[in-house]
């Protein structure tokens, strides 16, 4: 059997630069004490206030997972959950004035990293890039990993 050079094998490549990215990212994200999934919420929050399901939908998460984010976001008075008046059952999700700044801060250390990440790359070649990732599957939901 021949010798594959890791460079040929382009989940092994994606795979590697993912853990350098996410790596810088994760750093960036030091700068407001934030977990990568904490910041995703926030950034999902940004727009305005939504339900705590829609939220969890719109981040991919199961719910009880974005449970455990929410208390993170409220005990650090990011983000607050309150009953949905027209429906009790219901929570609404909604960042605070400290979230809004800690993704201000997040906002600008982030793009400070994806400029230094992306430098070699044209805006053309990123939006191909963002393009090609997006048609990448991850989970099929076909196959048992573990």
């Known amino acids: 059997m021949a010798a594959t050079d890791s460079s040929d094998r382009l989940g092994f490549l994606l795979s590697f630069r993912g ?41 991919e998460i199961d719910p009880s997972q974005l449970v455990a984010v929410l208390n993170d976001l409220e005990s650090a008075g990011l983000a607050e959950r309150r009953r949905d008046p027209a429906d009790r059952r219901r929570h609404i999700v909604e960042m605070t004035q400290a979230g809004a700044a800690a993704l201000e801060r997040v906002d600008a250390a982030v793009g400070e990293a994806e400029r230094e990440l992306f430098a070699n790359l044209t805006a053309e070649e990123q939006d191909v890039l963002r393009r090609l990732l997006d048609r990448v599957v991850v989970d099929r939901g076909d196959h048992d990993c573990g």
């Open 19 to 59: 853990e350098l990215t996410g790596a810088r990212i994760r750093a960036a994200l030091g700068v407001a004490g934030l977990h990568p999934r904490n910041a995703m919420t926030l950034m999902q929050l940004a727009p305005g206030a939504m339900s705590q399901r829609d939220l969890a939908a719109a981040l």
